[in-house]
């Protein structure tokens, strides 16, 4: 069981915006700055946004972060064939000293 | 540019050790906190250990229960994970990552990844 909750799945036709949520709690989305990233099998995981909504370079801007309280979202507009992966979020825990990810997001692109 | 390769990985016996090396460069490694992460097949990306940029801090999953070491070799520039006591559920992909800020030690964000190496324990 993570202790960041996502839905284990997310779908989407070519050109919709999606939506994934991850949920925590105080002592890790709460307190400290959220990631996200895609993964591709076969492949390393990709930072696709760090400290809540800031993209590294090289990632578009068709994919934005939010957090509120202890909950955080990703969302993906304009939505691609090539978006078709899984999706983590992941912060910091200050009562596990350590980082936290959550169970992933399969999303699919109709 | 910023590259992470590990090895080390195998098939190895339920009981057994192995050590996982992940060798850096394109970067000043002393600066950087590093982590390992793992994937198990069918599941998600579960943090194991990370390790502060001096080497002076150490903190681990407690799934872990003091069988994983984590070292690293600033002068070699290479990152290590001792595992003893091998079972299967440790079984994974086993990814070594830098974090985005130098001389941070806290934090989830993760720039940089190696493509991992294969860790399988089975009899």
């Known amino acids: ?110 | 540019q910023v590259q992470l390769v590990e090895s080390g990985g195998g098939v190895v016996q339920p009981g057994r050790s192995l050590r996982l090396s992940c060798a850096a460069s394109g970067f000043s490694f002393s600066s950087y906190t590093m982590h390992w992460v793992r994937q198990a097949p069918g599941k998600g990306v579960e943090w194991v250990a990370l390790i502060s940029y001096d080497g002076s801090n150490k903190y681990y999953a407690d799934s872990l229960k003091g069988r994983f070491t984590i070292s690293r070799d600033n002068s070699k520039n290479t990152l290590y994970l001792q595992m003893n006591s091998l079972r299967g559920e440790d079984t994974a992909v086993y990814y070594c990552a830098r974090v985005h800020i130098a001389m941070v030690i806290v934090g989830a964000n993760f720039d940089s990844w190696g493509q991992g190496t294969l860790v399988t324990v089975s009899s």
């Not at chain 1, 890790?28 to 390393?44: D, F």
């Not at chain 1, 578009?60 to 078709?84: K, M, N, W, Y």
């Open chain 1, 1 to 110: 069981q993570s202790v960041l909750t996502q839905p284990p799945s997310a779908s989407g036709t070519p050109g919709q915006r999606v939506t994934i949520s991850c949920s925590g709690s105080s002592s890790n989305i709460g307190s400290n700055t959220v990631n996200w990233y895609q993964h591709l099998p076969g492949t390393a995981p990709k930072l696709l946004i760090y400290s809540h909504n800031q993209r590294p370079s090289g990632v578009p801007d068709r994919f934005s972060g939010s957090r509120s309280g202890t909950s955080a979202s990703l969302a993906i507009s304009g939505l691609q064939s090539e978006d078709e992966a899984d999706y983590y979020c992941a912060a910091w825990d200050d009562s596990l000293n350590g980082p936290v990810f959550g169970g992933g997001t399969q999303l699919t692109v109709l």
